[in-house]
């Protein structure tokens, strides 16, 4: 297996990157359950520039294959590689998919880089935040490293193997054993605010079928190439839960810190001098045809609306542009499109979940675009909840 050779490109350094001269070597290896040999294998095709190969799980019957298997994938890191790719075998790659990946890396290349967060993870909120100020890149603020496709160091790649037989049972998910390993080895964890991977539709083979659909939080079939900038240190983030239909935010007093607090997202309006009447006042100016034909309830639509409010509040503390046009670039379009669907999956039938989504999008855009006009000319009186960002 040989390494992909990538021409150097000039650019800044973050004091929070490793030190590394180009050029990117990117090597690649598909993880793969034996049912899925078949679309792995095609995977592998289309990461020929990468000599990509197939790590498939030995023991499917058994307990951990997704940690098992993920261990012999970023074991198999071709000499000479600076970076290595895993990518599971239920993704979709976005066209030009080898081009966009290798300037990822070079933007980053001292990064863990996930290159895809389903459509209603904690991560999909801050992504929406990072999409409307225009950033490339959102740091991770779930309670897992995203691992649908992921790029790490070579150096880092190569540890994960010893880090995991050390440190775990052998059965917990991979993407939870990820996040504690990067931050042991002080590696900072983003993903692209563009995916570049979709989530298939097959049966979750791992038993996530109960999460329901998970597709990308901001997919296009052109996606914007991933270039340096980053959002992150964030401290608040608002976020509606697929779980319990609530709308809430959730916030850390110091950057990269697990300790999240929760209150109430109208909580952050409230700030603002907004309310309850307010969104309610939104969603019937802007969804006169209520949702109700797909079973969504006043209290899911209040919560949806009063989440993508804080969206646009937050992006605007982070200093997103309030024209009146933000909300309808590519990016943040797409980014703002999945909002509903990643929220309602486990609330409305999926036949009935493409037409509600239909539904509430103006509303959604619009609430968006109220938070962020709102947040440019309102100043949060006292300051119960942070800043949206910890200073650098």
């Known amino acids: 297996m040989t390494a992909h050779d990538v021409s150097p490109r000039a650019r800044p350094t973050s ?26 294998e095609r995977l592998a095709v289309a990461l020929a520039d990468f000599d990509a190969g197939v790590a498939t799980d030995p023991e499917p019957g058994r307990p951990g294959g997704t940690l098992r298997t993920s261990r012999m994938a970023w074991s198999r890191v071709a000499p000479g590689a600076t970076h290595h790719l895993v990518v599971q075998d239920d993704s979709v790659l976005v066209p030009d998919f080898v081009r966009h990946a290798l300037a990822g890396t070079r933007a980053l290349p001292g990064h863990a880089l996930g290159l895809f967060t389903e459509w209603g993870s904690f991560t999909s909120y801050a992504l929406r935040v990072a999409a409307l ?28 193997d010893r880090y995991a037989a050390r440190a775990t049972a052998g059965d917990e998910p991979d993407d939870e054993v990820l996040l504690g390993f990067l931050r042991s080895m002080g590696v900072p964890m983003v993903v692209s605010v563009s995916n570049l991977v979709q989530h298939g539709d097959e049966a979750s083979i791992a038993g996530n079928g109960w999460h329901g659909l998970r597709k990308a939080a901001c997919w296009r079939a052109d996606p914007v190439t991933p270039g340096e ?3 992150d240190r964030i401290a608040l983030v608002p976020f ?7 709308a809430i935010c959730r916030f850390r007093d110091r950057p990269a ?100 989504s239909e539904q509430l ?32």
Not at 240 to 246: A, K, P, V
Not at 364 to 380: F, H, I, K, M, N
Request: aromatic share 6%.
């Open 15 to 40: 004091a929070a990157e490793r030190r590394f001269d180009p050029p990117v070597r990117l090597s690649a290896c598909v993880m793969a359950h034996p049912a899925r040999q078949t679309a792995a």
């Open 133 to 160: 100020v225009g950033a490339d890149w959102v740091e991770v603020v779930d309670g897992y490293m995203p691992a649908q496709a992921l790029i790490l160091p070579a150096d880092v790649a190569r540890e994960f």
């Open 229 to 231: 900038t980053v959002l």
């Open 240 to 246: 509606f839960s697929w779980f319990t239909g609530d």
């Open 257 to 356: 810190s697990e300790d999240w607090r929760q209150v109430p997202a109208i909580d952050l309006l409230r700030a603002y001098g907004l309310g309850d009447d307010d969104v309610r006042r939104l969603i019937a100016d802007g969804c006169p045809q209520r949702p109700g034909d797909g079973g969504v309830s006043a209290h899911l639509t209040q919560a949806l609306v009063t989440a993508a409010v804080a969206v646009g509040l937050l992006a605007g503390e982070c200093g997103a542009p309030a024209d009146g046009g933000r909300t309808k670039e590519p990016v943040a379009a797409a980014a703002l499109a999945t909002l509903v669907p990643g929220g309602l999956r486990n609330f409305v039938d999926g036949q009935a979940l493409p037409v509600v």
């Open 361 to 392: 999008a103006p509303v959604v855009d619009a609430a968006a675009q109220w938070g962020l006009e709102t947040a440019r000319r309102t100043s949060r009186p006292g300051r119960d909840l942070p800043a949206a960002r910890h200073r650098g």
